[in-house]
């Protein structure tokens, strides 16, 4: 599998350099993922310019990992304006996945998620210290 990764504090983008998405990337893909997972990462962008295609195996593999980010309460955002490859990745039934057109979207998605992580666990902060609140009974 052809592709160069960039990793940040918030994420990790991969830029794939391959046309079609096959069961000949998928186990490198999968094994990429998996250690971004073990290195911390939960929010993994993959820029998906140059894939025209993506095939059974394919799908199987963005629905693992989409899945794994989400466990990891991270996200999954695949990157493409190729409307052929967005209708036959809407058709695969893999559930709230995130396609954009631009990694710049892509990357204002991740911290969008991170922000609403924040806030969902300051509520949770709130009610374990009993600041939820009250109702006066007189």
């Known amino acids: ?7 940040t504090e918030q994420y990790a983008l991969i830029r794939l350099a ?9 186990p490198t893909f999968e094994t990429l993922s998996r250690n971004l997972f073990r290195e911390g990462y939960s929010n993994i962008i993959v820029d998906m310019a140059p894939v025209q295609t993506v095939e059974p195996a394919g799908f ?7 899945r794994q ?9 695949l ?3 190729n409307d052929e490859l967005i209708e036959s990745l809407d058709t695969a039934g893999i559930s709230d996945l ?3 057109p ?3 979207e892509a990357i204002d998605a991740v ?10 666990s300051e509520d949770d902060d709130e009610y374990d210290a009993g600041g939820g609140f009250s109702r006066d009974t007189d």
């Open 102 to 104: 631009t990694v710049e």
């Open 60 to 66: 199987s593999t963005i629905r693992k990992i989409n």
């Open 1 to 7: 599998m052809n592709y160069t990764i960039e990793k």
């Open 98 to 100: 995130i396609i954009l």
């Open 79 to 81: 990157v493409t304006k």
């Open 18 to 26: 391959e046309s079609s998405f096959n069961e000949d990337i998928t």
């Open 69 to 77: 980010c989400t466990n990891e309460v991270g996200i999954l955002v």
């Open 111 to 120: 911290f969008m998620n991170e922000l609403e992580n924040d806030f969902r």
